[in-house]
DNA sequence: ACTTTTGTTAACCATTTGGTTAAACCATGA
DNA sequence: TCATGGTTTAACCAAATGGTTAACAAAAGT
């Protein structure tokens, strides 16, 4: 029987995320992976079979941590502007401690746009996102938004762009004897839930 | 003397633009610019020395551009508020007119922070910024925002990353049956419009 | 005309890199 | 104890790739 989580399959899992999440697909190096892992070069391929299998598992157990974020959309607790302001709160928190997240993602979403159809669709399937959930409730009656998409869109980028850009953010900030640092994300969240709070209240 | 544009010259940067735009640095190879540029590869050298040297021409050339747009904030015959609505419009017409812009400077100066702080300093040098402007006016009284370094990052997102991420927008929309397309962009432009004014007029 | 400089090419080189192989290692069970 | 099968390693290989060279062509200078 095979053992699902050898010792060695998961440092090279830990490894790759680390070296992928760096230096995205082309960047990464076989070698310097197994260097990480501490382990020889052809493990990797004993394991793997080839770079880009391995690459496809921590690509799609990111795309998988990123799409869970969702999951808050069908919570029945909470009524329905409460979870659109839980959205925003997870995903900042969660960028926030994956800070490169973001770009890894985006940077190979472009660069394999085809491939990548599949795997979201995995991922939407059967589960709540945001966009189904405003378009279902706008449909619904129980908000009344200008163009769910439009808002869907712009409530994305504010929570996502400030991490993907963070370096130019950083240095412009610098540069002009001002800071972006934690503070500032305290902020911006602050921001970002009256934006919710005015976009959903315009009906 | 050295002619400024020799049409051999001329022919490579833009290959090596196209490229470059499209794979980045790493991903980019010296023989594909240039077939495109339809000479022989040693002249990419005999030209330009080597990889990164082109490359940061093309990169420079880029990032020029890029705050290129940000001169109307020193526009004297516009009011605060018109040079905000006017740059926000410059930025969205210019990542529509090069949606591969804004993703290429993000993915190439993430990959190399500490080389970028000098490019941007030449950029950001002597012209006025948007973040500048935005303090400007802060402390002379002619805004009052809750807090200009999230005002600024709130609007640099939400024009630029509906264009990084265009390629997970277009599939999620898909799989919605709804669509993220050039009327989105117009309506997301609208929609910019009234977050600045709500913004600035907040006071 | 002819010499010098600039532009251009095909062939070549060194290194990097993903991937393979054959042998060794090691646990387990007969 | 020793045969078996999964695990690990050092050495190797082929392809790709950035870069160089030497010879040649075209222009420019005299």
């Given at each position: 029987m095979k053992l699902i989580d050898s010792s060695t399959e998961h440092k090279i899992l830990e490894a790759a995320k680390t070296e992928f999440l760096e230096f995205g697909l082309y960047g990464a190096r076989m070698q310097n992976i197994a260097n990480r892992a501490g382990i020889n070069k052809a493990l990797l391929h004993y394991y793997f079979r080839n770079k880009e299998k391995l690459f496809d598992k921590v690509f799609e157990s990111a795309l998988e941590r990123y799409f869970?974020?969702?999951?808050?959309?069908?919570?029945?607790?909470?009524?329905f502007k409460e979870r659109v302001h839980g959205l925003a709160d997870r995903f900042l928190d969660f960028l926030n401690e994956y800070p490169q997240m973001a770009l890894f993602l985006i940077k190979e979403v472009s660069a394999n746009q085809i491939l990548f159809i599949e795997k979201v669709d995995k991922n939407l399937r059967g589960n709540k996102t945001l966009l189904s959930a405003l378009l279902d409730a706008q449909q619904k009656g129980v908000v009344s938004l200008e163009n769910p998409m439009v808002f869907f869109v712009q409530l994305i980028s504010m929570c996502t762009y400030p991490f993907v850009a963070k370096p130019l953010f950083t240095v412009i900030a610098e540069r002009n004897e001002t800071s972006w640092n934690s503070d500032s994300l305290t902020e911006l969240r602050a921001s970002i839930h009256s934006f919710i709070d005015h976009q959903l209240n315009l009906a």
């Open positions: 869970s974020n969702m999951d808050i959309m069908s919570d029945d607790r909470l009524d």
